[in-house]
Each structure stands twice: as structure tokens, then as C-alpha cells.
């Protein structure tokens, strides 16, 4: 028997396959300014930022009516430095019911600190956190996810300081953070603290890493769908909640230009401003949002763990025989995200050998041997295109080489027609 006979036969034994219902995920808001962001961080010196307008409230303001419209409650990661010169702002975020939690005081990125330097920022931070919003503040983001091997006391000095979880790994590989062997899933970092946890920010798994699927400015530069098929993938198939982070300069197409950051900084930070909001609006509405501590609630209460629980093992088995029988459909990353969108002219219509690879290429049937990437060439280039460029941060403009690569087959004659994202 081969391994997929045996997993095909776990599948028929594995019970009804109602759906759970999808899970809650945590909707999350670094609250800081434009000219706070690392990306400017070279170019924009801490002591000049009082010389700068600040668009924060307003965005703030507007970010609160849209999650008020889409009825979604969120947590609002603050720093210290911004909560001191709004206190009004936190306190109507507190009076909409959103979660108040801390991004330290300044941005400091953690591995610039030493351990005293983080206690007295984490301290200072929740204190002014606390007297302003008149709640507990529990969380704790690290500036641009920015702890790791360097600063091994950062989850003790958390706990210490009275948070009990942090949402600061992010575990993949960038540019200027990442722990891309972290877990990808809520744990315990504490050995002897079982109360205390880190949340990671959301990543989806393929070819053997994990891509960066929480939000930031991959959600801006991404097709919206590419991002929303990623977010499914990660959470709904594996079953557990997600985490998605913007910030509110993202919500302001209208903000002064900061000049002479590079290139690469305007690009990561200018980058589709103009539809962010349209963008989040679908998001609010294509998923079930809330706040982290209330997502993650069974956790901090000490009562069980996300993601699979072990009396969830014929279920997982039987998804994972869905896909092995067809990865091409029941994967919509592997299948090549032109395939599987239905905003994309249906080219499996056009072709039916595209709708079962395995008519296409018998070794895909077989998980061994299959490659993983789609038959079909083009889509392949796609996807290895849309990988590497997702990997070298924003190096690339994915939406460019996508828009490059469909417009090349569309010419060919190999899909119909396509719409723009
Ligand atoms: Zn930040």
C-alpha cells in the first residue's frame, strides 16, 4: 500500500466532514506615525520628531470608524511616545471597546537595547498606557519584531514587567527582522511560566518556508486576492487563528513625503497608500476579526493551546489526503494562484487538463514524486517569481512581474483574458 492509498483510506474513515466553523483571527494596529517608522529610522533622527506634524489621531479617527462599521474590535499596539501627546485618541480606543496594548515607548527596536534599557522602556511605556487608557495592558509588540537570538532575556523581561504575551515573531526571513525558525504557532517561551505566551505573527508554509502573511506592506503590494488565498491557507486549513497587522500611516495617501530615504524605504512605505483602505475594508469583511486577547483567550487563561488539538487527528489526516489527491486543486498556493482565482478569466474551462494535473503529469498523483510546482510552465514561473520576490522583501514589484508574466500568456493565447487586480 502506498502512502496515498493509506492516507485515501484514513479520509473515507475519517468521519463527516462538516466544517468547523472557520476561526476568529486577531485584528491588530501599530499605532505610531509615519515619520517613526524603521524605514525611516536612518534618515529621521528621534530628537527632531516634535518638528513634525502628526497625521496619527486623524488616521487613528478613521481606522475607528471602519472597524465601528464592520462591527470588528481589534488590539492597538501604542507607543508610549504617541499615547503621551493623545491621550483623547487612546482614550476613545479603550471607549470602542478595542484592546490597549504596548509598542514600546520610542520604537527602539529591542536588539538595540541591553536588558536594563528594555525593562525601563517596557515599564515606562505601560505605565503611560495604563494611566491614560485606565485599563490593564497585557500585550506587548516589539518594534519592527525585533527581538531574536541577541536579546535572550526579552519574553523574561515581558513577563517581569506584567504583560503575559507578546506578539513580536515574526518567523520568517526579511531584511531587518525575522526568526524564520521560530514556531509558526502560539507557544509558551518561558520554561516554567506557563502563563505567559507569544503569539507569531501569521506565515504561510511553502516549498519549505514561511512566506510573511500577517500584513504590513505585503498586504499593500500583493494582489488582494494573493494575500487573502495566503491568510486562508495559513489559518483556515491549518485550523487556527490568524494575526494581520497594519499600521495608521498606511491609511493616509495624503501624508507629507519624507525626502532622501532611498528608494527602497519610499518604496516600502509609499506603496499603494491610495488602496489601503478599500483593501482593509474587504479584508474586515472576508473574515471574522477581534481583539488579540480575546482570539487567544483559551490560551492566556491557561486553559489550552491553538492550533490542532490531538482528538483532531483523523480530521487532519483526512485534509491532508484532500490535498494529497489533488494538490493542484485542494492547494490554491500550489495550484498557482492565476488558476485558482475566480477574479482571473476560469482557465480551466479554456483547458481541461489544467482542472486534474494528474491527467497532465501522472507523477504529480504521487506525493514522492511530485513536484511541487504546477505543469504548467508559465504558472510555475509564476509562482517561483512571486516566491522569490515575497522572500527578497520589496525588492521586486511583484505586481509588475505578475501583471509581466499573465500579459505574456494572455498574448500566447494560453489564458483568455484577465482582469486587473
Ligand atoms: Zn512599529
Redesign the pocket.
Known sequence: MTDLDRLLRQDTTAGPTAQASPPRHAMTV?V?DYFQ??AFFHCIPRDTWDGYARRVEANVDRILTQFAAANVSATFFTLGWIAERHPAMIRRIVEAGHELAS?GYD?TRVDAMDAAAFRADLLRTRNILQDTGGVAVRGYRA??FSIGPTTPWAFEIMAETGHTYSSSVNPVRSDNYGMPDAPRTPYQPLPGNAAFWEFPMTTVRLFGRNLPCAGGGYFRLLPYWLFHRGFTRATETERRAGIFYF?PWEVDPDQPRVPGCGWKSRLRHYTNLARMSARLERLLGDFDWGRMDRVFAAELAGTGATGVAATDAPRVLGQAAQHVADPMLADPMRAGPMLADPMLADPIQADPTLADPTLADPTLADPTLADPHPADPILGAALDLTTAAVQADFNRTVDANLDAILDAAVARGQYPSRKPT
Open positions: 501599530d505610531e517608522v524603521y509598542h520604537h518594534p519592527t499600521h
